[in-house]
């Protein structure tokens, strides 16, 4: 059964730009969320979807941004990129319901310069 | 709000060595607690779940009790293995207030030696 699988692993980006994630839930799992991983903040929760809708979204500006398809697929959106915004972006997937718990891809290193 | 705190590292053992990483919670509601670990670039892997009061998770010789007495739930192992070094992360969710939402610990970094 195939994880979580996020795309693409590793990005630069330059000050200013944007930039768009992609995240493919494991197959039958309609919760997506996104976190941002970075040395000094730890793990930081950035929103979940669930059937294309936003049910829950944390403490960021709205720079980020993200959407959700039909198929369960997600995309994350950060524009006008700042050095700060440099981080390990992680993914995870679940099946209805915390009790199962997320299971997380392998992220997408982004580093602005 | 709620919030988790983990005990600080990096955690240095011999292998063979009895590991425990202090895990407690503040949370309003009745919250799912998990324990995730990641290894070097690598994402997350849930370690073992615990949805209720007393419940024990239990997982490739890891073990942590739900304590709703003492709001933990610290991670054990009778005996690490050079293979265990990795960073690992207590987290709850808290789904009747927060949705899917977790909330991670700021991590303890284990590095087991031969």
């Known amino acids: 059964k195939a994880g979580v699988t996020q795309t693409p692993r590793y990005l630069i980006k330059t000050r200013g730009q944007q930039v768009t994630l992609s995240c493919s839930p494991i197959s039958g799992h309609r919760s997506v969320s996104w976190y941002q991983q970075t040395p000094g903040q730890g793990l930081q929760f950035l929103f979940e979807y669930f059937s294309e809708t936003q049910r829950n979204k944390g403490n960021f500006p709205g720079r980020f941004s993200g959407r959700q398809f039909s198929n369960s697929r997600s995309e994350m959106n950060v524009s006008t990129l700042e050095l700060g915004d440099s981080a390990l972006y992680l993914c995870?997937?679940?099946?209805?319901?915390?009790?199962?718990?997320?299971?997380f891809g392998s992220g997408t290193r982004l580093t602005v310069v | 709000g709620n919030s988790v705190t983990q005990m600080e590292g990096p955690v240095t053992l011999s292998e063979e060595a009895f590991l425990t990483i202090n895990c407690t919670y503040t949370a309003t509601g009745y919250p799912s607690l998990f324990w995730y670990v990641q290894y070097p670039g690598e994402g997350l892997q849930l370690l073992l779940k615990a949805t209720k009061a007393d419940d024990k998770g239990s997982n490739k010789g890891f073990e942590a009790t739900y304590r709703k007495e003492t709001t933990s739930f610290h991670l054990e192992k009778g005996s690490v293995q050079v293979s265990d070094s990795a960073v690992y992360f207590c987290?709850?969710?808290?789904?009747?207030?927060?949705?899917?939402?977790?909330?991670f610990g700021q991590g303890t970094e284990l590095s087991v030696k031969p």
């Open positions: 995870a997937s679940s099946l209805e319901g915390l009790d199962y718990g997320y299971t």
């Open positions: 987290a709850l969710s808290d789904r009747l207030n927060q949705g899917g939402k977790l909330i």
